[in-house]
């Protein structure tokens, strides 16, 4: 099993910056590729960013690219996502999610566990 806890969402004005962390854990939890999905009202989840189990390897939806960026720091175990430029469509649940395959991927069924949701609110 492996656990995710989202942290860093809030509330934030259009152009402005939020940074998303989500903290791993249980055993061989260091292996996975983590992944960021938003879900806004009335609408499916989406893919945001995903990066390797060693770091190496990022991806990003188009909507964020160039504005956001996922990193992550192995010692700790945790996946940041930094989010610039912000706008208002950018309103959404963000979810942390860990596949175990270690590569990264684009789609929710390719993710084994996932966090419970951060609100992320833009206003214009």
């Known amino acids: 099993q492996v656990q995710l806890v989202e942290s860093g969402g809030g509330l934030v004005q259009a152009g402005g910056s939020l940074r998303l962390s989500c903290a791993a854990s249980?055993?061989?939890?260091?292996?996975?590729?983590l992944g960021w999905f938003r879900q806004a009202p009335g609408k499916e989840r989406e893919f945001v960013a995903t990066?390797?189990?060693?770091?190496?390897?990022?991806y990003y939806a188009d909507s964020v690219k160039g504005r956001f960026t996922i990193y992550r720091d192995i010692s700790e175990n945790t996946v940041y996502l930094q989010m610039n430029s912000l706008k208002p469509d950018d309103t959404a649940v963000y979810y942390c999610?860990?596949?175990?395959?270690?590569?990264?991927?684009?789609?929710?069924?390719?993710?084994?566990?996932w966090g419970q949701g951060t609100q992320v609110t833009v206003s214009s």
């Open positions: 990066v390797s189990w060693n770091g190496g390897r990022t």
């Open positions: 999610a860990a596949r175990s395959l270690g590569v990264v991927g684009t789609e929710n069924h390719e993710y084994d566990y």
């Open positions: 249980g055993r061989t939890s260091s292996a996975y590729a």
